[in-house]
């Protein structure tokens, strides 16, 4: 297994009763990638994501992050171990502030200690005031800066998207999943996505795994494609290459 | 308009008919014969007025509606500006601890009781508020966990001659033990699962303790719970061995109204202790936690917090606060049965939790406020003091479903310079 491997799912399968929602899919994901996974509506590409996030217990296959198996931990852990996703659609914490939803989302760097935080011992104090800071400083990325006090439900659509995807940055991920982020934004909306992501990968070196629709960003921003089809393993490769396959072509287009 | 007629004529023949079947007349017994007879006519001439009220309201409903629809939007009151100010809302804070802290000199000693008993119900509330309100998890068996922190102290102080003072910690982490012990298993339980295994527990605790009676002597109860002690200064006339009374250490006369006070200072600083350490948890990781939870156990997950320990932790810390209220209510009564703990307690402070407005302590100290008064000013009316009261319970669901005051936003905030 080479270095550079942060994701490596092997045969990986999941049944619903009579049906196999997701059939042997294998997918490598190396530090610092951008990998999208496409497909047709109803291939299974969120039930992968559910898999590899551990929401579901796949039926076989493995999941290795970091050469560590995954696929038998609790979706906590998942995310503890350094795994962050996004949902289809959103689920923030829509009666708490943003500036709130960023600072939960900190859990696990925050001191939890009761007797601390009781007494508000100095380093409690200190603890917080570095995850409001790490907040502060992700709302500002995201250009949420000036809606900190808003209730995050308040907030128009695409700030909502773009709440989410902090929320999982101040968790200091090594993998960011994102479901579909760009489903509901209008065009000046994904263009701004696509930058943030850029951005997220360059300066951040974060690794980015992707479903989405929007074929347009899908090629700018891939470094390599998945393509599932009914489940199965359809095809992968560089943008280019994706672009060219005629078995893609034909998933997507229809059997002339 | 003819069919508004019709329906308010339906509606008012409607109430007569129950009206007249259940007040107008009367099953009376002569000898060995029952004999139905007719009210009298004052009776009737309330039944009258009730059907002329129905008739006319169900005639203008619509417009009365549209009045109440435009009033509405109106009557929602919030904190008067003045308490946003920092140093002013601390002002006013320590204003009313000090009024507070005055008051059992300057009132009667059966008002003192009675704020004594409305600090119990305090307490309750806010110990539940954490669990129903914050954590959002429905617990219709709080009465347990205040049963399990009473017979606590009574069994202990029966069995090993433990005080108040060395009780009272006991008993929380005790009540503790068993919220841990009950949310372990249910906890992964939702919504209205959770409800009726909560209801379960409370059951099953007062029938323990109504049964076991070589431990806890059943139905008759435990008698003789001392009362808490001031440095060992006892309120009683005489004191037990070893012990001095109050009175008689100061040397002044000897008071009975000086016990009803030291009781009532005692539930306040409990109570106060109780605002404080809830006021810090909601701010703290795990009361944000809670928050979160109560909004979306799908996201929580994925950022990586554990859905099943955070529950235990609301749970667990909900119940503790239940433990030291039982306590409390152990010394303060010197006898407890299991009648005290019946599942009206649990309705009853789960009532001042919703109305009080799920999450906010105010809310949830001024609700306490209102139940335990609501009852005691309405005691002229006697047998209808319950009506009295589902109906303003029924009133303030319909026009105030948020409670009295909806827990406010935000709880952090960003400062920038």
Redesign the interface.
């Known amino acids: 297994m080479a270095e550079s491997e942060l994701l490596s799912v092997r045969d990986l399968s999941m049944r619903f009763g009579g049906l196999l929602a997701v059939d042997q899919v294998s997918m490598e994901v190396r530090l610092g990638e951008v990998v999208s996974l496409i497909g047709p509506n109803g291939a299974g590409k969120t039930t992968v994501f559910n898999c590899i996030s551990g929401f579901y217990r796949p039926t076989s296959g493995e999941v290795l992050f970091k050469g560590r198996p995954m696929q038998r931990l609790p979706g906590f852990k998942i995310a503890r171990a350094g795994m962050v996703r996004t949902f289809q659609n959103v689920r923030l914490f829509k009666e708490m502030t943003v500036i709130e939803n960023l600072l939960v989302a900190q859990h696990m760097q925050a001191e939890r200690s009761l007797l601390k935080g009781l007494l508000l011992t100095k380093g409690y104090r200190r603890r917080e005031q570095e995850i409001m800071e790490r907040a502060a400083h992700w709302l500002e990325r995201v250009g949420l800066i000036d809606f900190a006090n808003r209730e995050a439900g308040n907030l128009a659509y695409g700030q909502q998207r773009r709440l989410e995807i902090a929320r999982c940055m101040v968790t200091q991920p090594r993998l960011l999943m994102l479901d579909e982020p760009a489903a509901g934004l209008n065009p000046n909306e994904t263009r701004d996505l696509n930058r943030t992501i850029v951005r997220l990968k360059q300066e951040e070196g974060i690794t980015v795994l992707l479903i989405e629709h929007d074929m347009s960003l899908v090629m700018d921003i891939s470094d390599r494609i998945y393509v599932v089809n009914q489940g199965k393993p359809l095809a992968d490769g560089t943008p280019d290459e994706i672009r060219r396959n005629p078995e893609v072509i034909k998933a997507y287009l229809g059997e002339e | 308009m003819a069919s508004q007629l019709l329906y308010a004529g339906f509606s008012a023949g409607l109430t007569f008919l129950l009206g007249a079947s259940v007040l107008g007349v009367e099953l009376r017994s002569q000898g060995v014969n029952t004999i139905v007879a007719i009210e009298g006519p004052m009776i009737w001439l309330w039944l009258g007025v009730a059907v002329v009220i129905v008739f006319f309201h169900q005639l203008f409903r619509p417009r009365i509606e549209a009045l109440r629809h435009r009033t509405w939007a109106g009557s929602r009151f919030s904190l008067p500006p003045l308490l946003r100010n920092h140093a002013q809302r601390r002002l006013i804070i320590a204003l009313v601890i000090g009024a507070l802290l005055l008051f059992p000199f300057l009132a009667e000693r059966s008002a003192i009781d009675l704020a004594t008993l409305t600090l119990i119900y305090v307490m309750l509330g806010l110990g539940l508020n954490v669990v129903v309100g914050l954590a959002g998890l429905l617990d219709l068996g709080y009465v347990g966990f205040y049963a399990v922190g009473a017979y606590t102290y009574a069994l202990l102080n029966n069995y090993f001659g433990f005080s108040f003072w060395e009780a009272l910690p006991l008993a929380g982490a005790v009540t503790a033990l068993f919220g841990y012990l009950l949310g372990f298993p249910v906890l992964r339980l939702r919504g209205d699962y959770l409800a009726i295994v909560t209801l379960g527990f409370g059951e099953i605790i007062r029938i323990l303790l109504n049964n076991w009676t070589e431990l806890t002597g059943g139905p008759n109860g435990i008698s003789r719970i001392p009362k808490p002690t001031l440095f060992n200064l006892e309120f009683s006339r005489r004191a037990d061995e070893g012990n001095i009374p109050f009175h008689e250490f100061f040397g002044i006369p000897y008071d009975p109204s000086y016990k009803v006070m030291y009781l009532y200072i005692l539930a306040l600083l409990l109570s106060l202790a109780t605002v404080y350490?809830i006021y810090?948890?909601m701010r703290?990781?795990?009361g944000?936690?809670w928050?979160?939870l109560r909004?979306?156990d799908?996201?929580?997950?994925?950022?990586?917090?554990?859905?099943t320990g955070i529950k235990l932790s609301a749970f667990t810390i909900g119940a503790s606060f239940a433990g030291f209220a039982g306590a409390f209510f152990a010394a303060r009564q010197g006898f407890i049965s299991p009648e005290s703990f019946t599942f009206i307690e649990s309705a009853i402070v789960l009532a001042i939790v919703v109305l009080g407005g799920m999450g906010s302590q105010l809310g949830v100290i001024l609700a306490a406020i209102a139940m335990t008064l609501l009852p005691e000013i309405a005691r002229e009316f006697n047998e209808y003091r319950m009506l009295l009261f589902g109906l303003i319970m029924v009133m303030m669901m319909v026009w105030r479903p948020q409670g009295l005051l909806p827990l406010k936003?935000?709880?952090?905030?960003?400062k920038?310079g």
Not at chain 2, 298 to 307: F, H, Q, Y
Request: glycine share 4%; net charge positive; aromatic share 0%.
């Open positions: 350490v810090r948890l703290m990781p795990i944000r936690a928050e979160a909004e979306d799908i996201a929580c997950r994925s950022l990586g917090l554990n859905p936003r935000p709880q952090m905030e960003l920038r």
